[in-house]
């Protein structure tokens, strides 16, 4: 069994606790998804680390296709693209924005708990790789502070971790507003943009914990 297979059956990306902690994460940022679709999404848009033998790099990168095309023959091309543009990575390396989902996607990585989080990274075999890409990716990184940094290159998987989703929460701070969606057409950018529009200017006033 691979390290994405795992992960998708009991690691971090498991399908019992992730799409719950993206919907939660997607609450906090634009407000209720009571749309279904987009809990199809939450539910489907990580699938594509099924049989994957990594799940970071060019080889991770490519879980969001499978997700896309589920959203695509499901529910239309703008679905599909708004699933296909949840990794920074995948979307950036294309030339393409991120969409809403990969906001919630990050956010959803800062609410897991430790005492949740780790084991399941340890369970799949998927902690170490993200800890020594993470130690990589630091290194002479100047969008991290002194602390994250320290945390990074620490061997506890909790200080590791402690720095990560420091980091990943003022990612998301930053990037909350993202548009990805706005630039395709269709009900994705219709309903979700004048919704979280309204969502996003009433609780950019409030902290989100
Ligand atoms: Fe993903
Ligand atoms: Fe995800």
């Not at 994405?4 to 634009?30: C, D, E, M, Q």
């Not at 539910?43 to 033998?53: A, E, F, I, T, W």
């Not at 919630?104 to 609410?111: G, P, R």
Request: glycine share 8%.
């Amino acid at each position: 069994m691979t390290v994405g297979t795992r992960s998708v059956l009991f690691g971090v990306h498991n399908i019992f606790v992730h799409p719950i902690t993206v919907g939660i994460a997607w609450w906090k940022l634009y407000g209720p998804p009571f749309d279904p679709r987009l809990w199809i999404a939450f539910l489907v848009h990580d699938l594509g680390y099924l049989g994957k033998s990594s799940v970071e790099g060019p080889i991770g990168e490519t879980h969001v296709e499978l997700g896309a095309r589920i959203m695509q023959a499901l529910f239309g091309a703008s679905w599909g693209e708004f699933c296909r543009r949840h990794s920074r990575y995948y979307a950036r390396s294309r030339g393409l924005r991120i969409s809403r989902l990969c906001v919630a996607d990050k956010l959803a990585f800062v609410l897991t708990p430790a005492w949740l989080y780790l084991p399941m990274a340890r369970a799949s075999g998927e902690l170490t790789e993200y800890m020594e890409r993470s130690k990589e990716r630091q290194a002479g990184n100047e969008y991290f502070t002194p602390a994250e940094s320290v945390h990074l290159e620490s061997n506890d998987p909790r200080e590791w971790l402690n720095g990560l989703q420091s980091y990943t929460f003022r990612w998301v701070l930053k990037n909350r507003g993202a548009d990805g969606d706005s630039i395709i057409s269709g009900i994705v950018s219709s309903d979700i943009r004048s919704r979280d529009e309204r969502s996003i200017s009433e609780r950019s006033r409030q902290p989100l914990q």
